[in-house]
């Protein structure tokens, strides 16, 4: 069964984002207070704890949800391998795949640290279509 393994959040971009208990997901914008929130097609991005678990085999010490600047943490579902126009639902929230991976014009600290770095390959960015609240432990449904 596929659910959130974490909810993670930041006020500016490009830093790692913090693990909070729930957040509240806008329709059409994305997590309230996030700073990639906003009318947009990345509103919202995922990584699976599988992506983070590949990178600490690779020895990199410290990694935990949130420090690939992921705002919903996953288990049990292969992101990367979803088709564009995927529906999600997660509690009372849905949300749509949008973009599979992306460019990293400016490498990370992961990246200068290992020469790698799994989010532009393996997270995944989607779009608020129905709001609601998402706390860990909320399985992971996919609607088509």
């Not at 599979?100 to 020469?115: D, R, T």
Request: proline residues 2%; glycine residues 12%.
């Amino acid at each position: 069964m596929a659910e959130v393994v974490a909810v993670n959040i930041s006020e500016k971009k490009g830093v790692p984002k913090k693990t909070i208990e729930e957040g509240e997901f806008i329709e059409n914008f994305g997590l309230k207070g996030d700073a990639h929130a906003g009318a947009w097609h990345r509103q919202v991005s995922f990584l699976g704890q599988e992506s983070i678990d590949k990178m600490k085999a690779l020895g990199i010490k410290g990694l935990c949800t949130g420090k690939f600047a992921e705002n919903i943490t996953t288990e049990g579902i292969e992101l990367y391998k979803l088709a564009v126009g995927t529906r999600l639902k997660i509690g009372d929230a849905e949300f749509e795949v949008t973009q599979i991976g992306k460019e990293c014009h400016q490498k990370c600290a992961i990246y200068h640290q290992v020469g790698d770095c799994v989010m532009p390959r393996e997270g995944i960015f989607a779009k608020v279509l129905k709001g609601g609240i998402i706390k860990k432990g909320d399985p992971i449904e996919i609607l088509s």
